[in-house]
């Protein structure tokens, strides 16, 4: 389905409001990272209908508001620290992550223009994140962790040293604690990693 089917067929519609199905989602996503006319056409649904909700809103009581957001990050720190998703190795598969990356919520931001990062997991022994970039990010050492990619598309350098390691679909790469390290992206799409930074 290409970019014009896909803007006629109203998938857009419940991709926006959260009710399209979860293959569906990972075919719109790669059309949005691809396509700047689906891009503009979430960006108009997404603003049409929070229009529509704003103009029907209602006020909750101030109770309501503290009760609903403490429940909210409750639950979300609970399930971002039971719910461990495999530490990342050189074997390691995208679909070892899938039900992870591929909820709902876990989708770039359409204003991002360099990188944005979304933590999914995060325990004691690892914070696990799906990250998109479109240029890069710049030189950093970690000295209490060990970070650790899988591309899941696009590509990239990973520089190390003064050494690049190309990198694309599939491949891993594990940065030793103390060792600076930078990636440039080199795909015209953006560069799509789970990111994974493990205690050492």
Same mark, same amino acid.
């Not at 689906?38 to 109770?63: C, D, H, K, N, Y």
């Not at 990342?88 to 598969?93: G, I």
């Not at 040293?161 to 930078?182: E, L, N």
């Given at each position: 389905?290409? *970019?014009?089917?896909?803007?006629?067929?109203?998938?857009?519609?419940?991709?926006?409001? *959260?009710?399209?199905?979860?293959?569906?989602?990972?075919?719109?996503?790669?059309?949005?990272?691809?396509?700047?006319?689906?891009?503009?056409?979430?960006?108009?649904?997404? *603003?049409?209908?929070?229009?529509?909700?704003?103009?029907?809103?209602?006020?909750?009581?101030?109770?309501?508001?503290?009760?609903?957001?403490?429940?909210?990050?409750?639950?979300?720190?609970?399930?971002?620290?039971?719910?461990?998703?495999?530490?990342?190795?050189?074997?390691?598969?995208?679909?070892?992550?899938?039900?992870?990356?591929?909820?709902?919520?876990?989708?770039?931001?359409?204003?991002?223009?360099?990188?944005?990062?979304?933590?999914?997991?995060?325990?004691?022994?690892?914070?696990?994140?799906?990250?998109?970039?479109?240029?890069?990010?710049?030189?950093?050492?970690?000295?209490?962790?060990?970070?650790?990619?899988?591309?899941?598309?696009?590509?990239?350098?990973?520089?190390?040293?003064?050494?690049?390691?190309?990198?694309?679909? *599939?491949?891993?790469?594990?940065?030793?604690?103390?060792?600076?390290?930078?990636?440039?992206?080199?795909?015209?799409?953006?560069?799509?990693?789970?990111?994974?930074?493990?205690?050492?």
């Amino acid at each position: 389905m290409n *970019g014009e089917e896909l803007i006629t067929s109203g998938l857009l519609d419940e991709y926006v409001l *959260g009710t399209l199905s979860d293959d569906l989602v990972v075919t719109v996503r790669n059309a949005i990272a691809t396509d700047p006319a689906v891009q503009a056409e979430v960006l108009r649904l997404e *603003g049409a209908f929070e229009r529509v909700a704003m103009a029907q809103a209602i006020e909750p009581p101030s109770s309501a508001r503290a009760k609903v957001l403490s429940s909210a990050d409750s639950l979300l720190a609970e399930r971002m620290t039971t719910d461990r998703p495999p530490i990342l190795h050189p074997a390691s598969k995208a679909a070892e992550y899938a039900r992870w990356i591929e909820q709902p919520h876990i989708v770039e931001d359409p204003a991002n223009e360099d990188t944005y990062f979304v933590p999914f997991a995060m325990n004691e022994e690892a914070l696990t994140a799906l990250v998109w970039m479109r240029k890069g990010a710049p030189v950093e050492t970690h000295t209490d962790c060990i970070e650790k990619f899988l591309i899941l598309e696009g590509t990239c350098n990973i520089i190390i040293g003064d050494k690049a390691h190309p990198m694309r679909a *599939g491949d891993y790469m594990r940065i030793p604690m103390f060792v600076p390290h930078s990636v440039v992206v080199t795909s015209d799409i953006t560069c799509r990693i789970i990111v994974q930074r493990v205690a050492a």
